[in-house]
């Protein structure tokens, strides 16, 4: 029912940025939207997620300070700024989407049903 594409990745120094991108294509209710990662040998991570109603944000505290999350209010896209970056960073990052409008947002992987299929973030040191 929902596709998502995430764009943006590559490949950057160390203390160098990049800006991610999540765009969602297909109508459904969307509570929340989150950016997961996963470095090879290691499981899928929470970085960061934000309501779809940008009312509120959550962050993983390796990322707090250095990676913004927000939504463009013009279409259905969901942004990962990401400043300061290290080579633990290096990682798939992928977007997903969590259906249903919660109290608090959720950084738990299995909470979100619908995802992408991932961009690559390379940071050399």
């Known amino acids: 029912q929902l596709h998502i594409v995430e764009s943006g990745g590559g490949l950057v120094q160390a203390g160098g940025s990049l800006r991610l991108s999540c765009a969602v294509l297909?109508?459904?209710?969307?509570?929340?939207m989150g950016w997961f990662r996963q470095a090879p040998g290691k499981e899928r991570e929470f970085v960061a997620a934000?309501?779809?109603?940008?009312?509120?944000?959550n962050y993983a505290d390796s990322v707090k300070g250095r990676f913004t999350i927000s939504r463009d209010t013009a279409k259905i896209t969901v942004s990962l700024q990401m400043n300061s970056l290290k080579p633990d960073d290096t990682a798939v990052y992928y977007c997903?989407?969590?259906?249903?409008?919660?109290?608090?947002?959720?950084?738990?992987?299995?909470?979100?049903?619908?995802w992408g299929q991932g961009t690559q973030v390379t940071v050399s040191s």
């Open positions: 934000i309501s779809w109603s940008a009312t509120s944000t």
């Open positions: 297909g109508r459904a209710m969307i509570g929340a």
């Open positions: 997903a989407v969590d259906r249903y409008i919660r109290s608090s947002l959720m950084t738990d992987s299995a909470t979100y049903t619908n």
